[in-house]
């Protein structure tokens, strides 16, 4: 006996270990092989590129000009020349800086969407679990209703019962035959939607336990942690300080512009050189940038604290789901276990102690019940793998 309790023991520690293992698995290979995450993985590549470019020196530029005189005697003049512009010092260092940043965000963006993606696989292979442990049970009343419509189809032939009996048990098996049908549709297209999000390869998952993880105990303390884990939080606390490196950027870029270069001119076999120098004076061309991305600042400040509220909400409604759902879950897995019928029901059919309108509706009973705790534990599981999708 004690050997027994044991292994009960040991299997409700093993199992869910399992069966997180092989999601975890499941999981890495979809990171490896989905194509919408590799497509964005060399969009972002290129985005980055892209923020490092434009940042540096304009070209220099070069001018040569050879003019004729007229009249004759006045000879031909050629002018050379090779200038170089630049904004002052301070805009580029603005410039790299926030290209570096903004390249930061690429990454956190790309974090996102690899979250989306991967609780995405999650929820189908909680669904596949759900289908699988539905599909094994309908295959099983499949089975038991087939021998109970060739127990009656033999008592019928013998005139042991009528034909409304023999035909309630031929619409049983009916019955039971369409539902495993249909939850077998429904595999089918979980797979193939699986299949695609792992880049077309095929993922074998046959487990007909829904994986159930914990909840978190403390709320708050969990929620602390799962804010500053949150890419989509990440990225919008970063935008503001993007913008606010933008206003520093838009204050330098008000600073007049400066180039230096080299002139020579040479006429009547004379020749004048020597350096230029300019200065743009900053009138007209970046009015209202500064305020601009000042706007820029104000604005993401309140979508973050927006976004950080629905965040919030969002996942202390789902943890509040996940409570109630744990409960009920348990309460019926604990009754099914300890007070079911459907064995003694099927000893009282067969030894004509009950009728079989009442045996069809008693373990009618037990049928709802079952599907009730299966799609408990499959909402509590879908429930929790988005409130713990930032751990992904």
Known sequence: ?????????????????????????????VETNNTTLQALQKEIEAKKLGNKTGIWLPDPEVTYGHLWGTPREIGNQNDFGITQSFDFPTV????????????????LQYQSERINTLLRAKQIIIELAYNNALSEDYARRVEIARIIVDSYQ????????????????????????????KIDIARDALRNELKSLNGGKE?????????????????NEWYAAAEAKSPALQYLSKQIDINRQQVKLSRAQGLPKLSAGYASERILGEKLQGVVIGVSIPLWE???????A????????????????????????????????????????????????????????????????????????YYDAFNNMLETERDYA???????AVEL
């Open 1 to 29: 006996m004690k050997k027994i309790l044991f292994v009960l023991f040991s299997l409700n520690f093993l199992l869910p270990a399992r069966a997180q293992n092989a999601i975890e698995k499941i999981l890495q290979e």
């Open 92 to 107: 580029y260092m603005h410039q790299s800086k926030l290209a570096g940043m903004e390249n930061q965000n690429l990454d």
């Open 154 to 181: 033999k008592k019928f032939d013998l005139g042991e019962a009528d034909a409304i009996e023999r035909n309630k048990v031929h619409m049983n098996l009916v019955t039971c035959m369409n539902k495993k049908e």
């Open 203 to 219: 993922i074998e998952y046959h487990a007909t336990e829904i994986p159930l993880t914990p909840l978190p105990s403390d709320f």
């Open 286 to 292: 970046n009015k209202n940038n500064v305020k601009q």
């Open 294 to 365: 000042r706007a820029g600042v104000l604005s993401s400040e309140a979508a973050l604290e927006d976004n950080k509220i629905l965040f919030f909400n969002r996942l202390q409604s789902l943890f509040k789901q996940s409570v109630s759902l744990q409960e009920t879950a348990q309460q019926y897995r604990t009754a099914l276990t300890s007070y079911s019928n459907e064995p003694l029901l099927r000893k009282a059919l067969d030894a004509g102690e009950i009728s079989l309108l009442d045996y069809l509706l008693e373990v009618a009973y």
């Open 382 to 388: 879908l429930a929790v793998a988005e409130l713990t």
